[in-house]
């Protein structure tokens, strides 16, 4: 199990804010944060937000994957949930490697990245807190819906990634941008690919087989539909 | 030693109900040891708080199988809470219950503050403990006056009894109790543990004195404890806020279990009683048992690890109930004359004229004050106040005798 969640014992750092206080030894500023940084041409304290964000967002996508290959009766999905998980793992570690590269603190959660996290939590709780009214079949759409979602942003950071890289001066720093974003651009381009076409098989299988006609039917046989899915 | 929870068994939950017979304990002894009674205290507090956080988070969500794993949870959290509560003696009046509510406050409270790590949270400790230990010398004169009791027989001295910073003074405006939070990525475990712990005392002593108010017969009775409970309700809106809103429910309830176990380790580990010792042991093997529960809701329905936001072991040092003389003495000397501004706090003659806080005072203490009245009638009757002043005089010149 990787520990994906900063915390103090991992040298978690944040800036104060007007309702969040820091204990000073935790604290940063933007001009720290910024020296860190090599200069690029760039507001590199804005950078480090973003960055922090960008990780954030992989990191909770990671849990999210983790919960939903549990959760799901589908054995189709399960895999891939279960594969699309490790590369968000592996995207973690690259956003993670190139902060640190940089001179940066991976473990530095910025505003931004609280943001992140705030949605995140919020997305991956509708896939549970509602499951009392969804059927065995709307849950599983709730869980992929979650996905696409968290996939698409996931996707636009990466493209944002990808455009800053083009603003750094030619160099080292350019270079393992680009490196990462040639890594992981590409993986997020199928999984946002997969997410949204998957919602779409999944809503046509439902649309054509007359589940939803079977309102009255018992769980066990939905779950037995749902295991039949894409095989 | 360290000691991981989430490395013992605990006792599973479905094993943990208790038949009527088993949650029938005889009550303590109102003259014991005062600490033991404030143990009783705190961790009925403990318990009141994780129940009714269980009930917010049901609201919350309509799945079966959460909503039956908070309602299990809190089913055994009441039989605890009986359990807990029911030591208590009948004939421990509340007033006199009261005055342990208090002890609890200034000795809980400074124990809290004289380990807690992170500055701005000690503060708000510091800030706090003079008003509770204000409200400590009012109920005590309280006691005097209408049972003709010595409240130190009650804490045994442990605390002392002298003013704080006076009640009159403490009433402030709602939107100088809000403070900024902690963050819940690069927090102190021990802080969380110590917000999470402080919040669950105040909000049961704010709710305790309200509901017991329309009990009291003697009018002085009825309104000072009207007039304090606005201040325990300052004092959980004080401390609530400074917890970070941003873990989720999954998240909340592991911390809420967590601090449970925090503190029934820590009771057993300073308890001299030993059938209480057997209740503190007996409550911490089941909630490692509600622990674990938390710990698989976290993991299956957020992908969450508990190891991924729990520290590796519990705190080293158990919270404990011990004589905080000197420190609330140093606080008193320095803090007495600081109010709370905004966010913040600024000393007395650093207000502007203007300030809310002004206009806030002469709204609720026009009519007159209770916590003056009280020691007013005291001092007609006997010609001085009711104090328990161990370690001699007060260390502020305006407040001694
Ligand atoms: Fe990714
Ligand atoms: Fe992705
Ligand atoms: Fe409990
Ligand atoms: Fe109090
Ligand atoms: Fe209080």
Redesign the pocket.
């Known amino acids: 199990m990787t520990i994906l969640v900063p915390t103090k014992a991992t040298g978690a750092t944040a800036k104060t804010a007007e309702m969040t206080y820091v204990e000073p030894a935790q604290q940063v500023t933007d001009d720290e944060l910024a020296a860190a940084l090599p200069d690029a041409g760039l507001d590199m304290a804005f950078v480090a937000d973003f960055l922090s964000a960008a990780l954030t967002h992989e990191r909770c996508g990671r849990h999210l994957y983790r919960s939903v290959a549990a959760r799901t009766n589908n054995p189709v999905l399960k895999r891939r949930y279960e594969e699309l998980g490790q590369e968000t793992e592996r995207h973690a570690e690259i956003l993670e490697d190139l902060i640190a590269g940089m001179g940066g603190n991976p473990s530095y959660v910025s505003p931004a990245a609280r943001g992140v996290e705030g949605a995140d939590t919020k997305l991956v709780e509708s896939t549970s807190l509602l499951g009392g009214s969804l059927d065995v079949t709307t849950r599983e759409m709730v869980m992929l819906q979650a996905v696409f979602l968290a996939e698409s942003l996931d996707h636009a950071h990466w493209q944002t990634i990808a455009e800053l890289a083009d603003h750094l001066p030619d160099g080292d720093l350019k270079d393992r941008w680009a490196r990462a974003v040639g890594e992981v651009g590409p993986e997020e381009d199928e999984h946002l690919e997969w997410a949204r076409e998957t919602m779409g098989k999944m809503v046509m299988l439902q649309a054509a087989s007359g589940t939803m006609a079977a309102v009255g039917a018992k769980a066990e046989e939905l779950v037995e539909t749902v295991r039949g899915w894409f095989s | 030693m360290a000691f991981n929870p989430l490395e013992q068994r605990g006792i599973p939950v479905e094993e943990q109900f208790r038949s009527w017979s088993e949650l029938s304990v005889e009550p303590l002894d109102k003259l014991g040891d005062p600490y033991t009674r404030c143990r009783v205290i705190l961790m009925n507090g403990i318990e009141v708080e994780s129940i009714l956080f269980a009930h917010q988070f049901a609201r919350a969500t309509d799945d079966l199988d959460i909503r039956r794993a908070l309602a299990l949870g809190r089913r055994i959290d009441q039989q605890q809470r009986a359990v807990v509560n029911n030591l208590n003696p009948g004939d421990q009046s509340p007033l006199e219950t009261t005055i342990g509510y208090?002890q609890v406050?200034v000795d809980l409270?400074a124990w809290l503050a004289r380990n807690e790590p992170d500055p701005a949270l000690k503060q708000a400790l510091d800030f706090?403990l003079l008003?509770?230990f204000d409200?400590l010398y009012r109920y005590a004169n309280l006691y005097e006056l209408i049972d003709g009791r010595d409240a130190a027989e009650l804490t045994d001295s442990l605390t002392e009894i002298m003013p704080g910073r006076p009640t009159v003074v403490e009433h402030r405006h709602p939107y100088d109790d809000v403070r900024p939070h902690y963050d819940t990525h690069t927090v102190d475990p021990l802080s969380r543990l110590h917000v999470m712990t402080i919040v669950a005392?105040?909000q049961q002593?704010?709710n305790y004195y309200l509901n017991h108010s329309a009990e009291l017969v003697e009018p002085v009775a009825r309104d000072l404890y009207v007039e304090i409970s606005h201040?325990?309700e300052?004092?959980v809106t004080h401390y609530e806020s400074l917890i970070d809103p941003l873990d989720s429910w999954f998240e909340q309830l592991v911390f809420h279990k967590y601090d449970e176990v925090y503190l029934y380790w820590s009771m057993l580990q300073q308890e001299a009683d030993p059938r209480l010792k057997r209740i503190w042991e007996l409550h911490l093997e089941m909630e490692i048992g509600q622990l674990h529960v938390a710990c698989d809701l976290l993991r299956r329905y957020q992908g969450v690890e508990p190891e991924e936001i729990l520290p590796p072991e519990l705190p080293e040092v158990p919270l404990t109930f011990e004589t905080n003389k000197e420190y609330v003495r140093s606080v008193l000397a320095e803090q007495v004359d600081l109010r709370a501004d905004g966010t913040g706090y600024r000393p007395l003659d650093e207000l502007p004229d203007d300030h809310r806080y002004f206009a806030f005072q002469g709204i609720v203490n026009e009519g007159g004050t209770p916590s003056e009245a009280v020691v007013d009638e005291i001092r007609v009757v006997d010609g001085r106040d009711f104090r328990d002043e161990v370690e001699g005089p007060h260390p502020v010149a305006g407040l001694r005798a």
Do not use: F, S, V
Request: glycine share 0%.
């Open positions: 208090e406050a409270t706090a008003e509770d409200h005392a105040e002593t704010m201040i325990e300052q004092h």
